[in-house]
């Protein structure tokens, strides 16, 4: 099977982490829980999360008291070392979460990233009107793609700013949700790209394999969420997650 191309600009951060012998050495375990959707994200005071919806589940890695996590459809479990964690073969949705919360685990346990665990409670609500400032700030006022249906934020989007959602979820394909249809998210890039002013694509991108299309765009990617915490800065990408810890 192919590998998506942000895990060969990842293999370099890879093998500068499996040089440390006390990051790489047998004695690092790795313990990946899947998380219950109120374990992951509390009571947000909605139920239309994919998380909620069983649609997805977060996969934390805990190094030495150290937390990251992973968006999969393909969760599971995994104990080991962190070399055998970060040398799986990234062929499958599995894998690669396993790999990202071993990654996003690493950098916050080397202080390189602390917004690696998922916001609970109020903290989607939050997050999602300080996104809103953030882009207007930042962009003035763009048309935006989202790429995944976040539904806090795109409720808030599209309320302020033209708006499309582009999404896989064959429940969400062509249903109305805050007064935008969301479209199939097998579509034309390029059509889209001459449409928006900004892409606003999820962090789980990086663990699906559909992010490469996004790591060299014309317009503007902003990326958002915990799973792609650890890819995000060491690849140099931009990142929303204002309120996770």
Not at 137 to 154: D, F, T
Not at 170 to 179: A, F, H, R, S, T
Not at 215 to 227: H, Q
């Amino acid at each position: 099977m192919s590998v998506p191309e942000v895990f060969k600009k990842l293999q370099p951060v890879i093998d500068d982490i499996l040089k440390d012998p006390e990051l790489a050495s047998a004695e690092v375990a790795i313990n990946y829980q899947v998380l219950t959707p109120e374990e992951a994200i509390g009571s947000p005071g909605r139920d239309d999360f994919p998380l909620q919806k069983g649609k997805e589940k977060l996969m934390q890695a805990e190094i030495d008291g150290c937390g990251g996590q992973a968006y999969t459809d393909m969760p599971g479990n995994f104990f080991g070392s962190l070399k055998e964690a970060l040398t799986l073969p990234p062929v499958n949705n599995y894998h690669r979460a396993v790999i990202v919360a071993a990654l996003n685990a690493v950098y916050r346990k080397t202080k390189n990233v602390h917004t690696t665990i998922h916001c609970r409670d109020e903290g989607p609500g939050k997050c999602s009107k300080e996104l809103l400032n953030a882009i207007a700030e930042k962009y003035g006022n763009p048309r935006i793609a989202v790429i995944g249906l976040q539904p806090a934020m795109v409720e808030e989007l599209a309320r302020r700013f033209e708006t499309r959602v582009f999404d896989l979820d064959p429940d969400n394909i062509g249903q109305e949700k805050y007064g935008v249809t969301i479209e199939n998210g097998d579509y034309d890039l390029e059509e889209v790209e001459d449409w928006c002013d900004l892409f606003l694509v999820t962090g789980s991108s990086v663990v699906n394999g559909s992010i490469d299309p996004f790591l060299n765009r014309k317009k503007p990617v902003l990326f958002y969420g915990t799973t792609i915490a650890g890819p995000a800065a060491y690849l140099g990408l931009d990142r929303f997650c204002p309120v996770s810890s």
